[in-house]
């Protein structure tokens, strides 16, 4: 018996011991991945605050209050949800929170009907064929790598969708950086635009617009819609690598500490299994 238990332990070291040279390599992987992922997530956050403020600052001269991109519609039957999720799994909770901010929006602010853009292989894996969400675009767009061409393509979509009213109102879900060890889920408006943005309007009272800015908008707002996703999907993938990191870091050091309770208790066992063979040879002695 005890003989088989020291032959269970072993293979099951051994196995444990494959299972942490994975996820070691899995977490130096995302730490070369992590470099990069924020050196473009920094390059992109300078047009996405410039391109802010100069929304905010056209939406605050825009003497025309009537246009559908600056004024909600009296009712919001459809909702289009952007979700920006993983393209792969084994990053801790990343996906699931993402999830789980969708689901308690829906609560908070239910509507008639949903429709659903989701960006990510686990995004489209749980929304695509969802019984409660409209599908815009199944196909799989990958957060790693995103071009700036890719999100303008996804924005002149949304304008289409909005001005042909086939969704009222567009929600952005996508995960802030806020640090290597800290990524907070955040929700973003895009149309209508909102008023109320929490930025700063530079100089917005010399400012001489040509055309007018009612025209402007709709000149600009591609640009800017493009802008605020390929920033926050570079957020999201820097999110995404750093969670994972810290989940493969993690399982290593999980890993490490279940070899040496294994090799402790396979220390045991062997001394178990001595003790009885000096007892028999002992007791055989004796007799």
Same mark, same amino acid.
């Given at each position: 018996?005890?003989?088989?238990?020291?032959?269970?332990?072993?293979?099951?070291?051994?196995?444990? +011991?494959?299972?942490?040279?994975?996820?070691?390599?899995?977490?130096?992987?995302?730490?070369?991945?992590?470099?990069?992922?924020?050196?473009?997530?920094?390059?992109?956050?300078?047009?996405?605050?410039?391109?802010?403020?100069?929304?905010? =600052?056209?939406? +605050?001269?825009?003497?025309?209050?009537?246009?559908?991109?600056?004024? =909600?519609?009296?009712?919001?039957?459809?909702?289009?949800?952007?979700?920006? @999720?993983?393209?792969?799994?084994?990053?801790?909770?990343?996906? @699931?929170?993402?999830?789980? =901010?969708?689901?308690?929006?829906?609560? +908070?602010?239910?509507?008639?009907?949903?429709?659903?853009?989701?960006?990510?292989?686990?995004?489209?894996?749980?929304?695509?064929?969802? +019984?409660?969400?409209?599908?815009?675009?199944?196909?799989?767009?990958?957060?790693?790598?995103?071009?700036?061409? &890719?999100?303008?393509?996804? =924005?002149?979509?949304?304008?289409?969708?909005?001005?042909?009213?086939?969704?009222?109102?567009?929600?952005?879900?996508?995960?802030?950086?806020?640090?290597?060890?800290?990524?907070?889920?955040?929700?973003?408006?895009?149309?209508?635009?909102?008023?109320?943005?929490?930025?700063?309007?530079?100089?917005?009272?010399?400012?001489?617009?040509?055309?007018?800015? &009612?025209?402007?908008?709709?000149?600009?707002?591609?640009?800017?819609?493009?802008?605020?996703?390929?920033?926050?999907?570079?957020?999201?993938?820097?999110?995404?690598?750093?969670?994972?990191?810290?989940?493969?870091?993690?399982?290593?050091?999980?890993?490490?500490?279940?070899?040496?309770?294994?090799?402790?208790?396979?220390?045991?066992?062997?001394?178990?299994?001595?003790?009885?063979?000096?007892?028999?040879?002992?007791?055989?002695?004796?007799?």
């Amino acid at each position: 018996m005890a003989g088989a238990s020291m032959k269970d332990i072993k293979l099951r070291i051994k196995s444990v +011991e494959s299972t942490m040279q994975i996820t070691k390599a899995m977490q130096l992987v995302a730490t070369s991945k992590l470099r990069r992922a924020r050196e473009r997530m920094e390059e992109s956050k300078p047009y996405a605050s410039i391109a802010q403020q100069a929304m905010a =600052a056209v939406i +605050e001269d825009c003497l025309d209050t009537t246009i559908p991109y600056v004024s =909600a519609r009296e009712q919001i039957k459809t909702r289009l949800y952007i979700i920006v @999720a993983g393209d792969r799994g084994l990053a801790g909770g990343y996906n @699931a929170n993402v999830f789980r =901010a969708v689901e308690a929006h829906i609560k +908070e602010h239910p509507v008639s009907s949903y429709s659903v853009l989701p960006i990510g292989k686990k995004a489209v894996d749980k929304y695509a064929h969802a +019984e409660s969400f409209t599908c815009i675009d199944d196909s799989f767009i990958r957060v790693e790598g995103i071009s700036v061409g &890719t999100c303008y393509g996804l =924005a002149k979509t949304l304008i289409e969708g909005y001005d042909d009213e086939s969704f009222d109102e567009v929600v952005l879900f996508y995960t802030d950086f806020v640090s290597a060890m800290n990524q907070e889920v955040r929700t973003m408006q895009l149309l209508p635009l909102v008023r109320e943005q929490n930025v700063e309007v530079k100089n917005a009272v010399s400012t001489v617009y040509e055309p007018e800015p &009612t025209a402007l908008l709709g000149a600009i707002l591609p640009d800017y819609l493009a802008g605020m996703l390929y920033s926050t999907i570079c957020d999201s993938f820097a999110s995404e690598v750093a969670a994972r990191r810290s989940a493969m870091d993690s399982a290593t050091k999980n890993a490490g500490e279940m070899i040496a309770d294994l090799r402790l208790e396979y220390n045991r066992a062997r001394q178990g299994a001595i003790t009885q063979e000096i007892t028999e040879i002992v007791a055989g002695a004796n007799v």
